[in-house]
């Protein structure tokens, strides 16, 4: 039975009841019905009810943040801006679109061009961490392509899935064509396997992303995955180092360091390590931890009990093997799911801090002999996600970003998702990508027509 808790106050706010099969299959039947009507439409139709979904959601903003804050304690100031970003990329994805779906001519003797074709209902499986924007992001491209929708959300933020298809429904798009099931881990593999649904994407983590691709694959159905990540951020000794710092703590610190591309693994050159660390420290005592209906809160408390938990443990274990604890690693005795920012430095291989992902405000650094060893700490990990470095040399700041095996690298920033770049990565990280052009063609038929005579 999926139940939502405020992680700040632990109190129960709704309790849900699992849908029976018979009503999920009920529900996949009416979508993909929905969804064959909608693939023709005129893609110019189908992206002016996303426009009006980007209106929607831009009037009912405070109450959608509000509800991501008592739902998963995401700071309210941050779940705003999730709201904005999910109104920016329907309207991405509606203007551009059309564009990135229109035919392709192929240069020959013959007449011949690729078309693209929506596959039908595509399942998406969503996490917690950021629950409109994740959702927003399939949906946009999903949509405007011809495809319909169903969502299966994590069960502590069942009421962000409702409201989603809500808004939905608002902006006009038809009742059935996209929807939000509340099913039990068990029957998941049933509706993947089902006739209706064509293809699945997964955000999630790696142990998610295997259930889930071997599902797929024994149903011969395509699958977009995107798991977890360590991403490493380079801090070389030519960067400046207040950037540097800013941006490391703000890519860490962002959701509680809830993100699957959170600055991970901070690698500092040993010449500018000490420097490093001691500017670190000062900037993460500007950070605010407490309530997250506050304005003036910068983390608020992770979304569950067992979540953080599982990360005290990481923490307990990497100070065991070596790991100099600076500053945190202590459970506060107060209600809620709060842990403390906590920095661990000088972190040696074979312990959690540096092969598994930390999910939570845990900052990790690394120190390499030089700029080689750095890239080789750096690629030492089966994860794949994004990665960053810092210098004031950008043509060798690109060549290294060419070196790094992920899916993703800025340079002089810390890692985040827009909907004009291709998102994804490498490795354990999974496979396909999101936004952009090669986003919305993750769920086409690419079809290729050739004219003879």
Same mark, same amino acid.
């Given at each position: 039975?999926? $139940?939502?808790?405020?992680?700040?106050?632990?109190? $129960? %706010?709704?309790?849900?009841?699992?849908?029976?099969?018979?009503?999920?299959?009920?529900?996949?039947?009416?979508?993909?019905?929905?969804?064959?009507?909608?693939?023709?439409?005129?893609?110019?139709?189908?992206?002016?009810?996303?426009?009006?979904?980007?209106?929607?959601?831009?009037?009912?903003?405070?109450?959608?943040?509000?509800?991501?804050?008592?739902?998963?304690? =995401?700071?309210?100031?941050?779940?705003?801006?999730?709201?904005? =970003?999910?109104?920016?990329?329907?309207?991405?994805?509606?203007?551009?679109?059309?564009?990135?779906?229109?035919?392709?001519?192929?240069? +020959?003797?013959?007449?011949?061009?690729?078309?693209?074709?929506?596959?039908?209902?595509?399942?998406?499986?969503?996490?917690?961490?950021?629950?409109?924007?994740?959702?927003?992001?399939?949906?946009?491209?999903?949509?405007?392509?011809?495809?319909?929708?169903?969502?299966?959300?994590?069960?502590?933020?069942?009421?962000?899935?409702?409201?989603?298809?809500?808004?939905?429904?608002?902006?006009?798009?038809?009742?059935?064509?996209?929807?939000?099931?509340?099913?039990?881990?068990?029957? %998941?593999?049933?509706?993947?396997?089902?006739?209706?649904?064509?293809?699945?994407?997964?955000?999630?983590?790696?142990?998610?992303?295997?259930?889930?691709?071997?599902?797929?694959?024994?149903?011969?159905?395509?699958?977009?995955?995107?798991?977890?990540?360590?991403?490493?951020?380079?801090?070389?000794?030519?960067?400046?180092?207040?950037?540097?710092?800013? =941006?490391?703590?703000?890519?860490?610190?962002?959701?509680?360091?809830?993100?699957?591309?959170?600055?991970?693994?901070?690698?500092?050159?040993?010449?500018?390590?000490?420097?490093?660390?001691?500017?670190?420290?000062?900037?993460?005592?500007?950070?605010?931890?407490?309530?997250?209906?506050?304005?003036?809160?910068?983390?608020?408390?992770?979304?569950?009990?067992?979540?953080?938990?599982?990360?005290?443990?990481? $923490?307990?274990?990497?100070?065991?093997?070596?790991?100099?604890?600076?500053?945190?690693?202590?459970?506060?005795? =107060?209600?809620?799911?709060?842990?403390?920012?906590?920095?661990?430095?000088?972190?040696?291989?074979?312990?959690?801090?540096?092969?598994?992902?930390?999910?939570?405000?845990?900052?990790?650094?690394?120190?390499?002999?030089?700029?080689?060893?750095?890239?080789?700490?750096?690629?030492?990990?089966?994860?794949?996600?994004?990665?960053?470095?810092?210098?004031?040399?950008?043509?060798? +700041?690109?060549?290294?970003?060419?070196?790094?095996?992920?899916?993703?690298?800025?340079?002089?920033?810390?890692?985040?998702?827009?909907?004009?770049?291709?998102?994804?990565?490498?490795?354990?990280?999974?496979?396909?990508?999101?936004?952009?052009?090669?986003?919305?063609?993750?769920?086409?038929?690419?079809?290729?027509?050739?004219?003879?005579?």
């Amino acid at each position: 039975m999926p $139940v939502t808790i405020n992680p700040a106050t632990e109190e $129960v %706010i709704t309790e849900y009841e699992d849908m029976p099969y018979p009503e999920l299959e009920a529900i996949l039947k009416a979508t993909s019905k929905e969804a064959a009507a909608w693939s023709e439409f005129p893609i110019e139709d189908r992206a002016q009810h996303m426009f009006k979904a980007a209106d929607v959601l831009d009037r009912r903003k405070e109450k959608l943040a509000l509800l991501m804050t008592r739902e998963m304690g =995401k700071p309210i100031k941050e779940a705003r801006g999730e709201v904005e =970003k999910c109104a920016m990329v329907c309207r991405y994805f509606a203007e551009h679109g059309p564009r990135f779906l229109e035919d392709e001519t192929i240069e +020959g003797d013959v007449k011949s061009y690729v078309t693209f074709h929506p596959l039908g209902v595509v399942l998406a499986i969503m996490p917690w961490n950021f629950p409109l924007w994740q959702v927003f992001r399939f949906v946009a491209p999903g949509l405007i392509a011809g495809n319909g929708g169903i969502l299966k959300h994590s069960p502590n933020v069942t009421g962000c899935a409702l409201a989603i298809e809500s808004v939905l429904q608002e902006a006009g798009f038809p009742k059935n064509l996209f929807r939000t099931i509340i099913a039990s881990t068990d029957d %998941i593999k049933q509706v993947i396997e089902s006739d209706y649904i064509q293809a699945v994407t997964l955000t999630g983590s790696e142990r998610a992303g295997v259930a889930v691709a071997t599902a797929a694959g024994g149903s011969l159905k395509k699958c977009v995955l995107e798991l977890g990540g360590s991403d490493p951020y380079l801090i070389l000794e030519d960067a400046d180092l207040d950037l540097a710092v800013d =941006k490391c703590v703000a890519g860490r610190l962002l959701n509680a360091g809830q993100s699957c591309i959170a600055a991970k693994r901070l690698i500092t050159i040993a010449s500018i390590h000490d420097n490093f660390v001691e500017e670190l420290m000062r900037k993460v005592a500007s950070y605010t931890v407490g309530d997250p209906e506050d304005e003036k809160t910068d983390i608020g408390p992770m979304a569950r009990s067992d979540l953080r938990e599982s990360l005290h443990k990481q $923490v307990t274990a990497s100070v065991s093997g070596g790991a100099e604890l600076k500053l945190g690693g202590t459970i506060p005795n =107060k209600t809620g799911f709060y842990y403390p920012i906590t920095i661990l430095d000088h972190v040696k291989a074979d312990t959690p801090a540096y092969d598994e992902e930390l999910f939570g405000p845990v900052i990790t650094i690394i120190e390499a002999k030089d700029e080689a060893d750095a890239i080789r700490i750096a690629n030492d990990t089966r994860f794949g996600l994004g990665s960053a470095v810092f210098t004031q040399d950008l043509a060798r +700041g690109e060549r290294i970003a060419k070196q790094l095996e992920s899916g993703l690298t800025f340079i002089n920033d810390f890692v985040k998702s827009d909907a004009n770049h291709p998102f994804g990565g490498v490795k354990k990280s999974g496979y396909g990508r999101e936004l952009s052009q090669y986003g919305i063609r993750e769920f086409v038929n690419i079809k290729t027509v050739m004219v003879m005579g």
